[in-house]
């Protein structure tokens, strides 16, 4: 048997390892390279949250027989021992039927001290708890007596049998190993893979803004797991209404994880006010956080970091000013919208649990109906 399980992780692996490059291969242009307009500040060279340096992203995708349709996303701040080395964080709630774990403390402290998982809703214990694994086994973590595992979720429940809890602490551990800088896989993969958006198939998606060297230089990437309903909304053109799917017509309730990482040096507060600027990216897309929608931003930087423990009672650290923030904020707000729309770009029809089939967005007819608009 363990020899069984080790093969199974080893091909989980190599998938992983390959799966940005699949995701590329089949998802075609995105929406940006087929000329659809996301605001006016220039992007990273990825386009992807993992254009903040050091920025790294795992993913494992569980797409087994009729009705697996589901996985895990891991985002980790930096290289090091996140727990010894904690980075500044805030955390914003938009709406908040959902089932994040880890807010408490990131409110009360300012801190994240695990890298944060995506994944579904009945799935959030056994992620927290491979964190919570991962962070005991790390070197230099010998004496800690007390974690807060951050993990965020959506509901996949339609496409997905979530009721058979079939993400492990194993495929988190192993999202957590093959966490990766450069291209991020989009649309139907990780903790995207059963998500349904606007009543298409949604998915995960990222985007980045670098802000001109007269701004500061610095860079705001985004990652975001679609699950959400509303009106979409496409460069102000009402594509839900051209298409028949919005709220109030059809059930279109859900979520939204937001997750932004910047290079820029904030403390807790200006990062909480930057969170709430990636709920606008999404209010912009046509978001109406519903009654049933888990709607959070976790906003990090990567800019400086806090340790555990210190000789010092005092933190020194240089942040900028109020009054230099703004950039950011028009940033955050573009790449998170991008990155929205990424998820639906990248995002394919799929078929899953109980038959329950969901149609990916109509790309060449939204791209028509755009270029018309102009």
Same mark, same amino acid.
């Given at each position: 048997? !363990?020899?069984?399980?080790?093969?199974?992780?080893?091909?989980?692996?190599?998938? &992983?390892?390959?799966?940005? =490059?699949?995701?590329?291969?089949?998802?075609?242009?995105?929406?940006?390279?087929?000329?659809?307009?996301?605001?006016?500040?220039?992007?990273?060279?990825?386009?992807?949250?993992? #254009?903040?340096?050091?920025?790294?992203?795992?993913?494992?995708? @569980?797409?087994? %027989? *009729?009705?697996?349709?589901?996985? &895990?996303?891991?985002?980790?701040?930096?290289? %090091?021992?996140?727990?010894?080395?904690?980075?500044?964080?805030?955390?914003?709630?938009?709406?908040?039927?959902?089932?994040?774990?880890?807010? *408490?403390? =990131?409110?009360? @402290?300012?801190? @994240?001290?695990?890298?944060?998982?995506?994944?579904?809703?009945?799935?959030?214990?056994?992620?927290? #708890?491979?964190?919570? !694994?991962?962070?005991?086994?790390?070197?230099?973590?010998?004496?800690?007596?007390?974690?807060?595992?951050?993990?965020?979720?959506?509901?996949?429940?339609?496409?997905?049998?979530?009721?058979?809890?079939?993400?492990?602490?194993?495929?988190?551990?192993?999202?957590?190993?093959?966490?990766?800088?450069?291209? &991020?896989?989009?649309?139907?993969?990780?903790? %995207?893979?059963?998500?349904?958006?606007?009543?298409?198939?949604?998915?995960?998606?990222?985007?980045?803004?670098?802000?001109?060297?007269?701004?500061?230089?610095?860079?705001?990437?985004?990652?975001?797991?679609?699950?959400?309903?509303?009106?979409? !909304?496409?460069? %102000?053109?009402?594509?839900?209404?051209?298409?028949?799917?919005?709220?109030?017509? !059809?059930?279109?309730?859900?979520?939204?994880?937001?997750?932004?990482?910047? #290079?820029?040096?904030?403390?807790?507060?200006?990062?909480?006010?930057?969170?709430?600027?990636?709920?606008?990216?999404?209010?912009?897309?046509?978001?109406?956080?519903?009654?049933?929608?888990?709607?959070?931003?976790?906003?990090? *930087?990567?800019?400086?970091?806090?340790?555990?423990?210190?000789?010092?009672?005092? #933190?020194?650290?240089a942040l900028l000013r109020n009054d230099n923030v703004s950039p950011l904020f028009m940033a955050a707000i573009e790449a998170t919208e991008e990155a929205i729309i990424n998820s639906l770009f990248a995002a394919q029809t799929m078929v899953g649990h109980q038959g329950h089939r969901v149609e990916a967005l109509p790309k060449q007819q939204v791209?028509?109906?755009?270029?018309?608009?102009?």
């Amino acid at each position: 048997m !363990e020899a069984l399980q080790s093969r199974h992780y080893c091909w989980t692996a190599i998938l &992983v390892f390959l799966l940005p =490059v699949l995701v590329s291969a089949q998802s075609g242009q995105r929406p940006r390279e087929l000329g659809v307009r996301f605001g006016v500040i220039p992007t990273g060279p990825l386009n992807a949250i993992t #254009d903040v340096a050091g920025v790294r992203v795992g993913q494992v995708t @569980l797409h087994t %027989g *009729s009705d697996v349709r589901t996985g &895990v996303t891991a985002i980790l701040p930096h290289a %090091g021992n996140q727990f010894q080395q904690k980075s500044p964080a805030a955390i914003y709630i938009g709406n908040g039927f959902g089932k994040l774990s880890g807010y *408490s403390q =990131v409110e009360e @402290l300012g801190t @994240l001290e695990t890298p944060i998982v995506l994944t579904n809703t009945l799935s959030v214990p056994a992620a927290a #708890d491979a964190l919570i !694994e991962y962070t005991l086994m790390q070197s230099g973590n010998e004496a800690v007596r007390s974690v807060n595992a951050v993990v965020g979720e959506t509901n996949d429940g339609y496409l997905n049998d979530i009721r058979g809890r079939h993400v492990t602490r194993q495929h988190v551990l192993e999202a957590l190993r093959q966490a990766q800088s450069g291209p &991020v896989g989009e649309g139907n993969v990780g903790a %995207g893979t059963g998500t349904v958006c606007f009543g298409f198939k949604g998915g995960i998606g990222t985007s980045s803004r670098r802000l001109p060297a007269t701004l500061g230089g610095y860079t705001v990437g985004v990652l975001v797991q679609t699950n959400f309903g509303g009106v979409l !909304e496409i460069d %102000g053109v009402p594509v839900g209404v051209k298409l028949g799917k919005y709220n109030f017509r !059809e059930d279109l309730d859900g979520s939204c994880m937001m997750v932004v990482m910047t #290079d820029a040096p904030l403390d807790a507060r200006n990062l909480k006010r930057l969170a709430k600027r990636a709920f606008m990216g999404m209010a912009q897309t046509g978001g109406i956080a519903s009654n049933g929608s888990g709607d959070y931003v976790i906003a990090v *930087s990567t800019a400086y970091r806090i340790p555990h423990e210190s000789r010092s009672s005092l #933190d020194t650290t240089a942040l900028l000013r109020n009054d230099n923030v703004s950039p950011l904020f028009m940033a955050a707000i573009e790449a998170t919208e991008e990155a929205i729309i990424n998820s639906l770009f990248a995002a394919q029809t799929m078929v899953g649990h109980q038959g329950h089939r969901v149609e990916a967005l109509p790309k060449q007819q939204v791209i028509d109906w755009l270029k018309k608009a102009r």
